[in-house]
Structures are given as C-alpha cells and as structure tokens.
C-alpha cells in the first residue's frame, strides 16, 4: 500500500482516554493490514506515549490536549504523540532496570518505547516523541 495521508486523533487530558488507545491500534491495523505480530508492540508503546503525555505531560490539565499522528507507508508506521506540556529531560532518564528503580510503580514508559519501537525520537524539549515500526 503506498503512503497515506497523516492522520490525526487528539484525546482529552484524562486517564480514561487511554482506553481509545486500543481502538486505533486496531483500526490502524485493519486499514492498513499490518503484520499481526506487531500489534502488542505497537499498542504497548502507544498506550505508554499516551499515558506519559497524559500525566507527566499535561499534568491531567483539561484544558491541554494530546495529539496522536500516524502515517502509514509501506513498510514503515510512523507514531508522533504530542503533548502540551513543557517536555522533559529526555536524555538523562534513570534506567528502570537497575536495581534501585526495579520497585518503583513508574518510570518504565520511555524504556518500554525504546525497547518496542524500531526509531524512537523526542523534540520539543521532550514534549514530542515520535517512533516507528518496520512493517
């Protein structure tokens, strides 16, 4: 299938849009017909970009918005979460794996992205991360 227009969803600064998250996942898959095994990787990295965007980055404000953009083209989807916040030290995150983070409930999302996604890339001082699979 040849390249597509972005499409763009955008989700309200609360928790329980996180459940669209899985609708778009699917329907990205359906449009599109992406290789199946792919979609846990591409639902757990979106889910945490949302979520991370959600309350790190708007801080839960309900007048911010997240943006979602994604673009289709063979063999590549392409993932940009936006988020109205002031961003983030992005380079300098503590490694969820080593011993002392190993307990704590949080801090695992980006590690989750780096580790799912085939690209990850972060602009706007942290507040824009984009990341791609190979389809």
Do not use: W
Not at 94 to 109: Q, S, V
Not at 118 to 125: A, M, Y
């Amino acid at each position: 299938m040849n390249a597509v227009k972005e499409q763009t969803v955008t989700l309200n600064s609360d928790i329980n849009e996180i459940s669209k998250v899985e609708g778009l996942v699917s329907e990205i898959f359906d449009r599109y017909r992406i290789n199946q095994e792919l979609y846990g990787n591409v639902l757990i990295a979106l889910t945490e970009a949302a979520n991370n965007a959600i309350m790190h980055g708007n801080r839960y404000d309900a007048e911010k918005k997240v943006t979602i953009n994604y673009n289709f083209s063979e063999p590549e989807l392409k993932i940009r979460v936006s988020d109205e916040g002031k961003g983030f030290d992005f380079d300098n995150l503590p490694d969820p794996t080593e011993p002392e983070f190993i307990d704590k409930p949080c801090g695992r999302g980006v590690f989750l992205i780096k580790s799912l996604a085939d690209e990850v890339d972060f602009d706007k001082e942290g507040s824009t991360v984009c990341f791609s699979f190979k389809c």
